[in-house]
Each structure stands twice: as C-alpha cells, then as structure tokens.
C-alpha cells in the first residue's frame, strides 16, 4: 500500500537484495548523473544513490575535486559503478545515456541572504548544465535542486523549450525536503510514528511560497490555531535555521541530500513499473492560475502521471488565505526566471 512505498522510498535498502513480492523488475538498473557531485550536498547524495540496488551506474560531474569523492565512494561495496567527470569538456560523457540527473551545481545561502540573492549566479549555472542535458540525454528525468528553484526550474524549462525537447512530465523541481521537514516536525509536535506521517507540501520552494497543507496530514490529526501557525513557519523557515546554525558554512546539505535521494529512489521506482510512487515535487501544473506549482504527483515511466488535485480542495481557511497570499511572490519568481532564459539567448 501507499504506507510500504513511502517507507520505502524513506528507508533506501542497504543490502542490495530485492524485496520479496516487489513490483519491481529484479533487473531494473539505471544510470544516475549528480552534476555539482563535490558540493555539500553532491557528496552526501552519491552516497546514498551508491546504496541503491536500482543504480548501475553514478556519474558525478563537478567542476572540481570530484575525482576522490568517486574514488572514495566507489570502495562501497554496492553494484553501482562510479565514474567521475571533471568540468564541461567531460559533461558530455557524463549525461550520455543516463536516466536521471540530479543537479545540485552552484552556490548555496549565508546568514542574511534569502534563496532569490542566490539567483545571479545559480540561474546561469542552471542554463549552461540543461543545455548540455538538452544536447546529451533529453529523455532524461531532471531534478533541479540548485536554489532559487522558484526560478530555476521555469529556466529549466525554457531552456528545454527554446531546444524543442521540453517534456514538461519529466522536469522536477526538488521540494522533497520540505516534506521531509513537515513530516519530521508534525511527527514531534503530536508524538506520532515518525514513518507514519505524510505532510503535503504545495506552492513553492522559498519563505512563504513553502506551504504545507496540515489539514492534509496522514494519518489524520488535529490540530489547533497556534500549532497550526507555529508549524507553518517553523516549516517555511527550516532553511533558514540550519543557515543560521551553520554559521556561514552553507545551508542544508544532509537532510538534503536525504530528501534528493528519497525523489531519486521514487523515480527509479517510478521507472522500473512501481505503480504507486507519489511525491510532491515543483512542476509545471494547472491546478492553480500559476504556470508553474508544487503539488503531490503521481510518478510513473513517463515521469508525471497525475497530479494530485484533490489536496487542494477542502482546506482550511488558513490554508487558503496562505494560498492566495503565496501567488504574488511565487509568479515574480516564476517569471524573473522565464525572462533570465529568454534575454540570454
Ligand atoms: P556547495 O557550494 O557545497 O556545492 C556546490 C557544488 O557545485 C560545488 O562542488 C561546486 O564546485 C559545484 N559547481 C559550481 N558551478 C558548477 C558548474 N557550472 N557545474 C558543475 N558544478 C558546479 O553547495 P551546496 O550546499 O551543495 O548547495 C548546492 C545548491 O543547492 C545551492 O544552490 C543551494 O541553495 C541548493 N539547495 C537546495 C535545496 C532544496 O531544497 N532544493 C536545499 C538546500 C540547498
């Protein structure tokens, strides 16, 4: 059922053996590209995609000091094979043929700064690596981590679109951690089964754009006006904490490279004929008048099955005054990153 998957996707097998009575193919192996490998969260999140029994192969791509992360690694006795790629002369090798590519490339917040100060830099980085995507394996699932992903993934997308190979099922904005944040947080106010609990997060990923839907919580709880309020912003601000507690060395780059491993590990199961992988993840969408959204979707073979509607009927009134008030910021970041692709060209 839906609680086997989740925990599935939350708890990645370290033993490398199939699960008995698994939808999965037993010969489902895929090849992963992590571009920007070196980083916070690039090394972390090899790690776990090393721990998958559904990678055959991970290419870790950086512009630098990425040949010992892939000699390092590559001592795990788990079948996936590493290969290592350093700067855009062996990009290419690295995105032929691969399934899935995760970018986490380019720099991350200090104290004071929010996710959109980030943009100047991050948003040419994201353009210059979807191009090569474009140019060596456009079929690919692409998940963009690099912040601000409010705008980062639109470039994505009209960086793909400009190629004539945008699929927009196939191109995800990583949400994951907000999720993972949610479900933590819920799990501790209101003494539940960790595992147990399942928050959908919507919007976007930035401030207020982050907005989890409570009400939706499985299983189901209650909860009051304050704890209501006290979760949303400890959720909104999440990032921020760990920024701050870090102190000027990053952002969140383990509890992120967790939650980038769980939407790897659901697609790959998506990929290899798992009929029930759900995740919310930041997408193109038209459930709301925004063009782009982050809602709870289906996964299947082709990437985005269904997206998840129902979540947003019947929320409470908090939820849907947050949800009107999260539109202005999340359409300028949208749209900030549209025009970025387009004068670029
Ligand atoms: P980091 O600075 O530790 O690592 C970034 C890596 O990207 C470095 O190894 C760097 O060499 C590499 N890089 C830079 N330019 C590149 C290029 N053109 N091609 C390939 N690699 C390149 O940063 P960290 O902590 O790993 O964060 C990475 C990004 O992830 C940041 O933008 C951060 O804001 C974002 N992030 C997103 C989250 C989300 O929920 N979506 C959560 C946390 C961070």
């Known amino acids: 059922g839906r609680n086997a998957s989740l925990r599935a996707a939350v708890a990645p097998r370290i033993v490398p053996k199939a699960k008995s009575g698994s939808q999965i193919s037993p010969q489902a192996s895929y090849k992963v590209a992590v571009l920007g490998a070196a980083g916070g969260i690039g090394q972390p999140l090899g790690l776990l995609i090393k721990m998958s029994p559904l990678v055959s192969e991970l290419h870790l791509y950086d512009i630098a000091n990425v040949k010992g992360v892939a000699a390092d690694l590559s001592h795990c006795n788990t079948p996936a094979q590493v290969l290592d790629f350093t700067g855009p002369s062996e990009l290419v090798n690295c995105l032929k ?146 920024v701050e507690a870090k102190a000027g060395a990053g952002s969140a780059t383990l509890s992120m490279a967790y939650a980038a491993a769980r939407f790897v590990e659901s697609s790959l199961r998506a990929l290899a004929g798992d009929p029930d992988v759900y995740e919310c993840t930041f997408i193109q969408s038209e459930i709301t008048d925004l063009p782009f959204f982050a809602s709870r979707v289906k996964l299947g073979k082709n990437g985005v099955e269904s997206v998840i509607s129902a979540d947003l009927e019947g929320v409470t009134e908090y939820e849907a005054k947050a949800l009107e008030a999260l539109k202005a910021e999340l359409k300028g970041s949208i749209e900030k990153g549209i025009a970025f692709a387009n004068k670029q060209q």
């Open 97 to 242: 043929g691969v399934d899935v590519v995760v970018i986490p490339a380019g720099v991350p917040r200090k104290p004071g700064m929010t996710r959109d100060d980030l943009f100047n830099i991050n948003a040419s980085i994201v353009k210059s690596l979807v191009e090569a995507v474009v140019d060596n394996c456009p079929e690919a699932f692409i998940h963009i981590i690099s912040n601000p992903v409010n705008s980062t993934l639109p470039i994505a997308a009209e960086v793909l679109k400009q190629k004539g190979v945008y699929n927009p099922k196939k191109l995800f904005g990583v949400t994951t951690l907000d999720v993972v944040r949610a479900n933590t947080f819920v799990a501790e106010k209101k003494n539940l089964k960790l595992i147990d609990v399942d928050v959908p997060v919507v919007g976007g990923h930035a401030g207020i754009t982050i907005l989890p839907l409570l009400s939706k919580t499985r299983p189901a709880v209650t909860f009051t006006d304050e704890e209501t309020e006290e979760l949303t912003k400890r959720i909104q601000n999440a990032g921020t904490e760990v």
